[in-house]
Protein backbone atom coordinates (compact mmCIF):
# COMPACT_ATOMS: atom_id res chain seq x y z
CA UNK A 1 0.00 0.00 0.00
CA UNK A 2 1.00 3.43 -1.21
CA UNK A 3 1.70 6.01 2.00
CA UNK A 4 -0.07 9.54 1.18
CA UNK A 5 3.36 11.11 0.93
CA UNK A 6 4.55 8.74 -1.57
CA UNK A 7 1.11 9.22 -3.72
CA UNK A 8 1.49 13.12 -3.19
CA UNK A 9 4.96 12.87 -4.58
CA UNK A 10 3.96 10.91 -7.72
CA UNK A 11 0.82 13.31 -8.22
CA UNK A 12 3.33 16.05 -8.18
CA UNK A 13 5.81 14.22 -10.37
CA UNK A 14 2.59 13.85 -12.76
CA UNK A 15 2.06 17.69 -12.35
CA UNK A 16 5.58 18.68 -13.10
CA UNK A 17 5.90 16.42 -16.00
CA UNK A 18 2.84 17.61 -17.51
CA UNK A 19 4.47 21.58 -17.15
CA UNK A 20 7.55 19.93 -19.45
CA UNK A 21 5.38 18.79 -21.78
CA UNK A 22 6.20 14.96 -21.25
CA UNK A 23 5.10 11.91 -19.65
CA UNK A 24 6.20 11.08 -16.58
CA UNK A 25 8.16 7.70 -18.71
CA UNK A 26 9.73 10.89 -20.80
CA UNK A 27 11.07 12.89 -17.84
CA UNK A 28 12.55 9.87 -16.25
CA UNK A 29 14.36 9.09 -19.85
CA UNK A 30 15.30 12.41 -20.07
CA UNK A 31 16.73 13.69 -17.48
CA UNK A 32 17.60 10.58 -14.71
CA UNK A 33 21.40 11.19 -15.81
CA UNK A 34 21.54 15.01 -16.15
CA UNK A 35 23.11 17.47 -14.10
CA UNK A 36 20.76 19.72 -14.30
CA UNK A 37 16.62 18.67 -13.95
CA UNK A 38 13.02 20.02 -13.90
CA UNK A 39 11.71 19.97 -10.59
CA UNK A 40 8.41 21.30 -8.50
CA UNK A 41 7.31 23.19 -5.53
CA UNK A 42 5.66 20.59 -3.17
CA UNK A 43 3.25 22.99 -1.54
CA UNK A 44 -0.51 22.06 -2.48
CA UNK A 45 -2.04 23.82 -5.35
CA UNK A 46 1.00 25.48 -6.49
CA UNK A 47 2.70 24.35 -9.99
CA UNK A 48 5.94 26.38 -9.60
CA UNK A 49 8.86 24.63 -11.58
CA UNK A 50 12.24 25.47 -11.94
CA UNK A 51 15.72 23.82 -12.96
CA UNK A 52 17.51 21.96 -9.94
CA UNK A 53 20.34 19.99 -9.21
CA UNK A 54 19.02 16.32 -9.09
CA UNK A 55 19.31 15.34 -5.59
CA UNK A 56 17.60 19.06 -4.83
CA UNK A 57 15.30 18.75 -2.40
CA UNK A 58 14.50 22.30 -0.90
CA UNK A 59 15.21 24.33 -3.45
CA UNK A 60 13.59 27.85 -3.50
CA UNK A 61 10.00 28.41 -4.52
CA UNK A 62 9.75 32.04 -5.89
CA UNK A 63 5.30 32.07 -5.82
CA UNK A 64 5.73 30.40 -2.02
CA UNK A 65 8.39 31.92 -0.66
CA UNK A 66 9.57 28.55 0.75
CA UNK A 67 11.98 26.39 0.48
CA UNK A 68 9.58 23.58 -0.92
CA UNK A 69 10.95 22.64 -4.96
CA UNK A 70 11.92 19.29 -4.64
CA UNK A 71 13.58 17.70 -7.98
CA UNK A 72 11.74 15.11 -10.41
CA UNK A 73 14.15 12.68 -10.11
CA UNK A 74 13.94 12.76 -6.33
CA UNK A 75 10.00 12.37 -6.48
CA UNK A 76 10.69 9.49 -9.07
CA UNK A 77 12.10 7.67 -6.39
CA UNK A 78 15.77 7.20 -8.65
CA UNK A 79 17.68 8.85 -5.87
ZN1 LIG B 1 5.33 27.04 -4.46
Redesign the pocket.
Given at each position: MQSAVRKREFSKLDELADQWALTVGEYIEEYALDDVVPGI?M?PG?L?TAEVEPDQRQGW?E??G?T??RSGVVLAGLI
Open positions: CNCYCVCTTV
